[in-house]
């Protein structure tokens, strides 16, 4: 019986071998999270959860992006799951945000698309962010400035612009998600882009894009003519 209870830590110490080995790049995705769950989960085996939890939600991306709440509905989720799993995501959200530092944005774009798909590409409520950039467009600072619901972000056109004056930034690039999976703006997502422009402009900072992401692919609205 004891045997059966522990056959797991035979399966841990062959997992963590296979990790030094290939740098994790080998595991797959239910494998990654299974081992990000040892440490909350010493004492049994974390590879149920781990295919449970991509069950629910998709993918290991959607898995790290899940809201808090929505992993409780989880069976065996708590606290120090959850929280290991929000480290872990912040975790790779700055090492791609520290990617981005000293690059001019606007000649690093792909880079810059795959950072803000890690940020809130699988959010499940509509966020809105903002990139502030130098003068040489390196980025400062990204900051989300509203959360909303699954279609919509209210957001204020005086608050944005302040803020930039505030960390001193020269432009900026506006990001926000449709959780609804189709990328297209919105007449209210273009209507409020073109006031954002217009407040930035008269203070002489510029507004370089607006980059909805969803599931389906990503849109910028100065790709399209919209600004």
Known sequence: MAAERTHYLGHRARL??????????????YELL?????????????????????Q?????????????EALRGVAGMGDAKIAVLLVAREAAVRLAREDLRDRPLLSSWDRLVDY????????????FRVLFLDRKNRLIADERQQKGTVDHTPVYPREVVKRALELGASAMILVHNHPSGDPTPSQADVEMTRAVAEAAKSLGIALHDHLILARSGETSLRGLGLM
Request: net charge neutral; hydrophobic share 45%; proline share 7%.
């Open 16 to 29: 963590r071998a296979r990790v030094l080995d290939s740098r994790a790049e080998a595991l797959a995705d």
């Open 34 to 54: 299974e081992f990000l769950l040892f440490g909350a989960q010493p004492r049994q085996d974390t590879k149920p959860l781990a295919k449970a939890l991509i």
């Open 56 to 68: 629910r939600f998709g993918s290991l991306p959607a898995v790290l992006a899940a809201d808090p």
């Open 116 to 127: 803000c798909r890690m940020t809130l590409g699988h959010e499940a409520v509509e966020q």
